[in-house]
């Protein structure tokens, strides 16, 4: 997973390299940091860090216990 | 540059394979884990959510018109708190595509590609949602429009030749336990699909005429009941009290097709058109997502976050959700209240302030005249 992601960051750096250049610097940090945090997805993955960690944990935390008390009163 | 715009039919089309994307797949083996015999009572409450939403829908587009939610939400709530919900908006239309593609993911490996990793799967269909996406909104509509009459051919055939295996009994008591497992069935197909149907309020900007957009959700709402009921009957009486413990019931109700004995295994139908609207539904909550960070982030384009966030979708689907237990949990037990507060208490939070800050300013007009 994480060579198909290098390759695939890659790509669309290419792809989107002419619009990149003019582009304002907000819309160019922004690129990055969805490239990044995509890219430190795929490799905690191949880690296997996210067994460890689940990212839905504060919206399980927030929304299961609410559901479950629906279920319970119907 | 002339701005890109959807006819009814396209916005009433998109919004059907939003729900049954997944729900054609997914809505009968939810619903089962609480009732078999009654699960169509808890397909046809899928009206009450389409309610909600319709309702929603009116009182938007009366109150904002030519604006999608996310701009909506910032022009309502102020550039802060509007920001901070229109973010708490994007993250739900994120999770719930990570779902969308996560479950795609696993219903293909499942029935046509077994040895392929499933990640795999996920980035040859992101690649094409993204292309979509890229694109643009009226190549998202029409890949939707294309799509319709290929699925009405394959359809009506796979359920009429299903139907020869139908047994009616199977349904029989009607409300022997009660109502309490149907309504716990109600929660689910309410909550988690007929409020995906909020994803219009993104798309209303691009309508010629905005009057129509709650008769539109109206109209796509009540075809996803009446096909939703239909497809809930037909896999509990041909599949039956199984029905609680299998992921796919409504791929077994078609696996049971059988013409003579040289027509068979007409369920690789089933699994391309579950393929081509799941397809549809992913591209339009991407692009959905992709302009909620162009209004918010004041991007120049909603291309600027297309690829990026479609490699985000697809990483997010593998990482958050480790198999499809963890899929069906989620959507069972924590995504109605999480789609209850964002999908609906957000809109009507938002269009309520928008009514306070019109009072207001018409109030200070009076005093100032």
């Known amino acids: 997973m994480i060579w198909l992601s290098l390759v695939a960051s890659l790509s669309m750096v290419v792809i989107d390299w002419s619009s990149l250049r003019t582009a304002k610097r907000r819309e160019v940090v922004l690129y990055i940091g969805l490239i990044g945090i995509s890219f430190g997805m795929a490799v905690g993955y191949e880690m296997h860090l996210f067994s460890k960690v689940h990212l839905l944990a504060p919206i399980d935390a927030l929304f299961r216990p609410p559901t479950k008390w629906l279920y319970h009163i119907l | ?369």
């Open chain 2, 1 to 369: 540059m002339t701005k890109a715009q959807i006819s009814r039919n396209q916005f009433i089309i998109a919004l059907i394979w939003c729900i049954l994307g997944t729900g054609i797949v997914t809505v009968p083996a939810a619903v089962a884990q609480f009732t078999v015999r009654d699960a169509w009572i808890s397909s046809l409450l899928f009206l009450i959510g389409v309610c909600a939403v319709v309702i929603v829908t009116w009182m938007f587009a009366r109150s904002f018109a030519n604006r999608s939610f996310t701009s909506a939400v910032v022009r309502a709530c102020g550039p802060w708190v509007g920001r901070i919900l229109g973010v708490w908006f994007l993250i739900c239309l994120y999770v719930t595509n990570c779902t969308v593609v996560r479950e795609a993911e696993i219903f293909v490996g499942t029935t046509i590609l077994p040895k392929t990793p499933e990640y795999m799967v996920g980035a040859f269909a992101m690649l094409a949602v993204v292309y979509a996406v890229y694109m643009g909104v009226e190549v998202v509509m029409r890949d939707a429009e294309f799509i319709t009459p290929l699925v009405m051919l394959i359809a009506p055939i796979l359920f009429f030749l299903s139907m020869q295996h139908m047994d009616v009994h199977e349904l029989l008591p009607v409300l022997a336990d009660g109502w309490t497992p149907v309504l716990r069935g109600g929660i689910v197909s309410n909550f988690d699909y007929a409020l995906e149907l909020v994803i219009g309020l993104q798309f209303i900007v691009f309508l010629r005429n905005t009057r129509y957009a709650a008769r539109d959700v109206a109209v796509a709402g009540g075809l996803a009941t009446v096909i939703l009921t239909l497809v809930t009957v037909l896999t509990i009486g041909v599949v039956g009290p199984s029905t609680h413990y299998l992921s796919y019931p409504v791929l077994e109700a078609v696996r049971n097709i059988r013409v003579g004995r040289f027509l068979e295994r007409l369920d690789t139908l089933y699994v391309i058109a579950v393929i081509s609207t799941i397809f549809v539904k992913v591209a339009v909550f991407h692009y959905a997502w992709c302009i909620g960070m162009k209004d918010l982030f004041r991007l120049s384009s909603h291309r600027v976050t297309t690829l990026a966030g479609g490699m985000l979708v697809w990483c997010g689907a593998t990482v958050l959700f480790s198999s499809s237990s963890d899929v069906q949990y989620f959507i069972s037990y924590t995504v109605p209240v999480y789609f209850f507060v964002t999908f609906l208490a957000i809109p009507l939070l938002s269009i309520v302030a928008m009514a306070i800050k019109s009072k207001r300013k018409r109030l200070t007009t009076v005093q100032d005249e």
